[in-house]
């Protein structure tokens, strides 16, 4: 710490902090993604995350990245030393008394151990950030911005928020309300990539206003798509998912609803992607008596994932609301699908229907097995219907769902909170 500390005094210093849940981390390529381009941009900035990486691959965005990155004490016993030195140096802060009051006041709506450990973790990235940090922005608006909110009121400085999915859906009411609120040292601004997340928050916001920055692709970093061709019906029908294992994510209703497709479709499912729900999703496989047809590639870089979407003849993501409220928001995985010219079957949850237009750009149907084994067969059945789908969704795109606007968006408004 002392040799980083040297080293920020012979070289200049970020004026943004970005507070992240993890760096790197494969299932966030949209964060990569934003980031790589707002440094591009020339918004200049560190990453300050609160957990060690556990991915064991990367992908090639990652390493485009030049900003620096520091790791917060993932767990406040870890480091006992620089957490206590760190609560020290903040009390004789300006806004270290009514940081804690306000602390305080979450704790006893949210008695959790992870509500001290987003207090510890600020004091600790309030001690270290370089006199320079101008503002703090942070991606999701659960534990990041809770680290973020408590971290601008020790040093005095403005934050903002990137929100997302589950940090919208699953977080308390009250909290939401106060992080929107500058009474109660709320956001300077917050963005959102969905039209519904946005009007949801601006609903529940005092003052902070919510803006709609919907990710979008850079499509640079893809390769053209490849020229489908109709599948002649004796040739395997290859399905492909992404998505972590877990609930939200619908795998469960989709693998029943492949042990329901007719007998004369030589159908094969592919599946990228880790998650929780990894045992019991191939135990479910192994009951219904379809392992054989399954290919479970667990976690892989976008190269590899970009390769399985040019070998696929549609893309299958049947998303629904969890118990607890979780939800997807629009997944990139859906836009990256489209730019490969590969159909797309899905459900109309959350923002999805803002990118799909079921019959236009793809198929959005109810999660029940019976229907997406149906709809799976239709596009079996009828290749011609997919290459339709999948052309419009790619000229879709193209036209409205790129990377630079909402970047430029996001560049101009973070510049402002600099300033």
Known sequence: FQAEQRSRMT??????????KGWPRLSETFIAQELVALERAGVDFAIWSLRHPTDEKT??????????????????????????????????????????????????????????????????????LPGGTEAIYAHFLHTPSSVARYT?????????????????????????????????????????????????????????????????????????????????????????????????????????????????IDWHWTHIGGGTLRDEMRARADTLGISARITWRGACDQPEVIAAMRAADIFVLPSRIAADGDRDGLPNVLMEAASQKLAILSTPVSAIPEFIHTGVHGILCDDDPAVLAREMARLATTPALGIALANAAHARLHSDFTMQPGIDHLAQRLRAVMA
């Open 59 to 128: 992908h090639p965005l990652h390493d485009q990245l030049r900003a620096p990155v520091h790791y917060l004490p993932e767990y406040l016993h870890q480091e006992p030393m620089r957490v206590l030195r760190s609560v020290l140096a903040a009390i004789p802060r300006r806004g270290f008394w009514r940081t804690l009051r306000q602390f305080l006041r979450d704790l006893a709506r949210d008695k959790t151990r992870n509500r001290v450990r987003r207090f510890g973790q600020a004091c600790v990235m309030a001690r270290e």
């Open 11 to 20: 070289t200049p210093q970020p004026r943004l902090a970005v507070a992240v």
């Open 152 to 264: 601008a009121m020790l040093r005095g400085v403005p934050w903002a928020f990137s929100a997302h999915a589950k940090d919208i859906w699953t977080s308390p009411e009250w909290e939401l309300r106060e992080k929107l609120d500058d009474a109660t040292d709320g956001a300077a601004f917050g963005a959102t990539c969905t039209a519904f997340g946005t009007d949801h928050l601006n609903d529940l916001a005092a003052t902070t206003p919510v803006d709609l920055v919907y990710h979008g692709l850079d499509l640079s970093r893809f390769p053209a798509p490849p020229e489908r061709v109709e599948r002649a019906q004796s040739d395997p029908f290859a399905l492909l998912s992404v998505g972590r294992l877990v609930e939200k994510k619908g795998f469960d209703r989709l693998i029943d609803a492949l042990a329901q497709l007719p007998a004369d």
